[in-house]
C-alpha cells in the first residue's frame, strides 16, 4: 500500500472514532452540506425522499439510520428510528427494508438488552414483510453479533447479517451461518482486524472470492456488498441469477447503473441521519480522493 494513503487511512479511522470532534461538526450546517454526497438527509421524510427516487431509477434500498456505540435512552430512540423507518418504507410503498447496528443498539449494555431492542425491530419488521440485515463491526463484536443473529433466525425472524473478508475468521463463521440459514452479505471490511486480519488488498480480494464460492454453494440468497468490478465481473452469471449487487449511496453511482442495465439487481444501500461523523470518515478513508468532494461540497464549487 502507497505508504502516504496509508498514513491518511490511519489518520482518517482514528479521526472517525473522535466523538467530540464529531459531534461539534455533526451540528454544523457546513458539516452536513459537506457529507450529502454520502448521506441521504437527517430525517425519515428526507431518506424515504432519497429512497422512492433511486426506486423510480430502477434500484431497491436499504435505509440505515446512522448511530454508532449508545445506551439506555439513546440506543431506545435508535430502535423506536429503524421500527419507524420500515413502517415509512411500507407506507411509501418502498420495499421495508433496513440496516441495524448492534453497537447502536446498546451491545454495551449487554448481549441481552441489545437483543431484546432487535427483537422489537424484528417484530416491526414481520408485521410489514419487511427484513432487517445487522452489520458486522469491530472484530470484538463479532461473537455476540452472530450468537443473536442465530438465535433470532432460529425464532423465523426476517434477518440477515454480513460477512467481512478482511477477517480470517470469517472462513469458519460462514459454515455457521449458512447452516444457520441466516442470508449475507460479503463485504471487504471496513474495521481494522487486528491480529485476525488476512494481510494486503490481493489476500482480502482471494478471500472474497474464496468465501463468494462458499455462500452461492449454499441455498442462501447472498448479497456482494462491493464497488470492486473487477470482483463483480468474477463473480459469474450464477451469482447474477442468484444475488444482488450493493452499494453504498454516492459510491460509483456510474458502476451502479451499468450493473442494473447488465440485469444485476443493484440495492442501494442509504444512510441518512444526524449522527453521521464516523460513517462518512470511514468512507473518505477508503478512498482519500472522496475528501476532495467534500471539501468541494463545502465551499459550493
Ligand atoms: C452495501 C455495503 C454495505 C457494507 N456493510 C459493511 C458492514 O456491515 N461492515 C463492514 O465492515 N463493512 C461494510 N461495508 C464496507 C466494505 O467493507 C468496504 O469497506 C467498502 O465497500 C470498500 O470496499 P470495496 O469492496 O468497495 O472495494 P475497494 O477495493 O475498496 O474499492 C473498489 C473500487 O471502488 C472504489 N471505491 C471504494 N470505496 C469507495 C468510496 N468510499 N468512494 C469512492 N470510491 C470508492 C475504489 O476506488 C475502487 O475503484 C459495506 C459496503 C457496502 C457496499
Known amino acids: 500500500m502507497n505508504p502516504l494513503f496509508a498514513l491518511s487511512r490511519a489518520v482518517l479511522l482514528r479521526m472517525s ?24 438527509g437527517n ?79 424484528l417484530t416491526t419488521a414481520q408485521s410489514v414483510h419487511g427484513f432487517v440485515r445487522v452489520d458486522a463491526e469491530y472484530p470484538h463484536s463479532l461473537d455476540q453479533l452472530h450468537e443473536i443473529v442465530c438465535t433470532a433466525r432460529a425464532a423465523g425472524r426476517p434477518v440477515g447479517t454480513v ?23 460479503l463485504v471487504k471490511g471496513a474495521y481494522d482486524p ?49 444475488g444482488e449487487v450493493q452499494l453504498l449511496y454516492g459510491v460509483r453511482a456510474e458502476l451502479a447503473e451499468r450493473l442494473r442495465r447488465t440485469g444485476w439487481r443493484v440495492r442501494i444501500y442509504t444512510p441518512y441521519g444526524p449522527d453521521w461523523w464516523p460513517y462518512s470518515l470511514r468512507r473518505m478513508a477508503e478512498r482519500p480522493a472522496n475528501l476532495r468532494f467534500v471539501l468541494r461540497s463545502l465551499f459550493g464549487r
Open 17 to 40: 472514532r473522535a466523538a467530540a470532534l464529531g459531534r461539534a461538526v455533526q451540528g454544523t450546517a457546513w458539516g452536513r452540506r459537506s457529507v450529502r454526497r454520502f448521506v441521504a
Open 43 to 121: 430525517t425519515i421524510p428526507e431518506a424515504v425522499a432519497v429512497a422512492l427516487d433511486l426506486k423510480g431509477r430502477g434500484f431497491t434500498v436499504t435505509l440505515d439510520r446512522l448511530g454508532e456505540a449508545s445506551s439506555g435512552a439513546s440506543a431506545d430512540t435508535y430502535a423506536a428510528d429503524a421500527s419507524a423507518l420500515l413502517i415509512a418504507q411500507s407506507t411509501a410503498g418502498l420495499e421495508p427494508n433496513v440496516s441495524v447496528k448492534l453497537t447502536a443498539l446498546g451491545l454495551e449494555e449487554g448481549s441481552n438488552l441489545a437483543a431484546a431492542r432487535l427483537e422489537r425491530i
Open 163 to 185: 460477512l467481512q473478508a478482511n477477517m480470517r475468521r470469517s472462513m469458519r463463521d460462514v459454515d455457521r451461518l449458512i447452516s444457520a440459514g441466516v442470508p449475507i452479505r
Open 194 to 242: 487486528g491480529v485476525d486480519g488476512v494481510g494486503e488488498s490481493a489476500a482480502v480480494d482471494a478471500a472474497y472470492l474464496g468465501l463468494a464460492e462458499r455462500l452461492l454453494g449454499s441455498p442462501l440468497h447472498v448479497a456482494f456488498g462491493t464497488h470492486d468490478d473487477r470482483i463483480i465481473d468474477q463473480l459469474g452469471d450464477a451469482a447474477k441469477a442468484r
